[in-house]
């Protein structure tokens, strides 16, 4: 299955703020920062301006996207990716647009003391059933017919047992 990836960069106000200056300074072929946009933004969710922030995605493959990033509660997080040139991203044209503004974008401003949370598009049924349940899957997967699943000799109406 297949999900929104997210990216959240966990460290003190402070931190935050100063990394988020250094993105807005920063100078790149690939995303730019977008000051009138940041400061509405900023206002319209009520926050300061040095703790919101929009950056626009350059290049072919970019949909001229803008990346939504906030601080709150001791994180920085992005809150949004929205096209410009078409009227939504798949899944996966969210995922790699994320992905490279965290790899090619943000990383190279981190430091050591930051955590980091990025996930990609796969979830795994382990993440979403309960404990029992998905154990008893595995259970049935290991015992199920490979060649046809859906059907067991100890399924169905010609099990008396």
Same mark, same amino acid.
């Given at each position: 299955?297949? =999900?929104?990836?997210? $990216?959240? +960069?966990?460290?003190? /106000?402070?931190? @935050? !703020?100063? $990394?988020?200056?250094? $993105? =807005? ?6 995303? !730019?920062? +977008? ?8 206002? #319209?969710?009520? @926050? ?12 072919? #493959? ?6 939504? !990033? ?9 809150? #949004? +990716?929205?096209?410009?040139? !078409? ?6 044209? %969210?995922?790699? @647009? ?5 790899? /090619? ?5 981190? =430091?050591?003391?930051?955590?980091? %949370? +990025? ?5 795994? @049924? ?10 008893? $899957?595995?259970?049935?997967? =290991?015992?199920c017919n490979?060649d046809s ?8 109406? /010609? #099990?008396?047992?």
């Amino acid at each position: 299955m297949k =999900k929104f990836g997210s $990216l959240i +960069i966990e460290g003190s /106000h402070h931190e @935050l !703020v100063s $990394l988020l200056a250094a $993105l =807005k300074d920063r100078r790149s072929k690939e995303f !730019v920062y +977008i000051s009138d946009l940041s400061e509405r933004y900023a206002r #319209n969710i009520f @926050l300061k301006p040095d703790e919101a922030a929009c950056f626009r995605a350059l290049g072919p #493959n970019s949909f001229d996207a803008t990346i939504w !990033v906030v601080i709150q509660s001791c994180r920085l997080r992005v809150a #949004n +990716i929205v096209p410009e040139t !078409v009227t939504s991203l798949s899944i996966s044209q %969210y995922n790699v @647009l994320l992905s490279s503004f965290f790899h /090619h974008f943000v990383a190279p401003e981190l =430091k050591s003391e930051n955590v980091v %949370y +990025i996930d990609g598009e796969n979830v795994d @049924l382990a993440d979403v059933l309960p404990d029992d349940c998905y154990k008893k $899957l595995l259970s049935w997967a =290991k015992t199920c017919n490979q060649d046809s699943p859906i059907s067991h000799p100890l399924d169905g109406p /010609h #099990n008396t047992g």
